[in-house]
């Protein structure tokens, strides 16, 4: 009977230290899973595929502190997505534009250090101490030779439909610069879209679109062709493009090159936009008195924000088909002015609100 007891015993005990054992096994699992939790939340960087298709490490979005953007469209994304307060560097059409210092008096003491494309203050640049740099190839390739300053190529210039180019370059900021950016980004992308369906609606029963030209500089010989990103935007404005049968993609900016005198005239132009001057100059020049666009008074000054309009940017990507399609056909928005869809884009996008000077101020009144 001694025996059995002893035996028991010791059954009893040994039971009671592989409990133990296994209770300490699992206690120390859970912690080491935990620790490992702790470090994956730790994390300060990750790695981003650009736009150019560049694996490219970067802080992780709540460690970002300092961004040099090198190209003016993107810095114009970081306010659609409210980062501009990370800016660190900027252009030098971005931080002397007066428009924008009204709206955002820090840019004024933001170095501007790219003058044009591809002409970036490396010195200047590093001064500013950047998390990374976000640019154009074109603006970002000084800084890969130059530095070790990590870079995003914003956009690699697609030539989807529109609006796709502009709804993933801001989706793309909104990755980089974590969850309130990426909501930001997709309240742009549905603003876009939902101007793209009213204008379709409204010009429904337009049956015969009116022909656009668009000159730039001073001489207004200067337009984008039918394979460019402008092309688009004055299809979605329910109009065409005269200068649609020219390819102008390879000329600078996005597409811009120049066409003769006698191109214009056998376009004969219905609206003529400029950016430069006052419709005026070409009412009273008997070179263009032919025109039916000069005829009829029917010339245009390109609107002007943030940033040009005749630029692949957010801003003129969501309003220049609106304010071309009330420009053309006033009479099928009878609810609605260009005045408030500019006003409706800086309160809703930007999230400021502009007053009656500062819309006169985009439209160049």
């Known amino acids: 009977m001694k025996k059995y007891l002893l035996t028991l015993a010791s059954l009893i005990m040994a039971l009671a230290i592989l409990a133990t054992t296994l209770g300490g096994c699992t206690t120390n699992n859970s912690s080491t899973t935990t620790t490992a939790a702790a470090t994956t939340s730790m994390a300060t960087t990750r790695t981003i595929t650009d736009a150019a298709g560049r694996s490219v490490v970067i802080p992780t979005a709540e460690n970002i502190h300092q961004v040099a953007i090198l190209t003016s469209p993107p810095n114009v994304m970081a306010f659609v997505v409210g980062v501009q307060d990370k800016i660190c560097a900027t252009t030098n059409a971005i931080g002397g534009s007066t428009f924008l210092q009204g709206m955002y008096p820090r840019l004024k003491t933001i170095p501007a250090v790219r003058a044009g494309g591809g002409k970036v203050n490396i010195e200047a640049l590093l001064q500013t101490n950047p998390d990374f740099c976000i640019g154009s190839d074109i603006d970002i390739a000084p800084v890969n030779n130059a530095t070790k300053i990590p870079t995003l190529q914003y ?102 090159a120049a066409m003769s005198m006698e ?40 609107p002007k924000g943030m940033f040009g309009w005749n630029r692949a940017s957010t801003e003129p990507a969501a309003l220049f088909p609106m304010w071309l399609a009330i420009t053309a056909y006033p009479t099928k928005f009878p609810n609605t002015t260009v005045e408030k869809e500019i006003k409706k884009f800086y309160s809703e996008i930007i999230q400021y609100n502009l007053t009656d000077a500062d819309v006169n101020t985009v439209l160049g009144k």
């Open 263 to 302: 191109q214009i005239l056998s376009w004969n132009p219905d609206i003529v936009v400029i950016d430069t001057g006052k419709p005026e100059d070409l009412y009273s020049n008997p070179t263009w008195a032919n025109v039916p666009a000069i005829k009829n008074k029917q010339v245009y000054l390109l």
């Open 155 to 256: 956009s690699d210039f697609s030539t989807t439909p529109y609006p796709d180019p502009q709804k993933k370059e801001v989706r793309f900021f909104g990755t980089i610069f974590g969850k309130d950016a990426a909501a930001r980004a997709e309240k742009y992308c549905t603003f876009i879209d939902n101007n793209v369906t009213t204008i379709k609606s409204a010009t429904s029963g337009v049956n015969t679109k009116l022909k656009v030209y668009m000159g730039f500089n001073a001489d207004h010989l200067t337009t984008f062709g039918g394979d460019t990103f402008m092309d688009q935007w004055i299809e979605a404005a329910h109009c065409v493009n005269a200068a649609k049968p020219v390819s102008t993609i390879s000329g600078s900016e996005g597409g811009l």
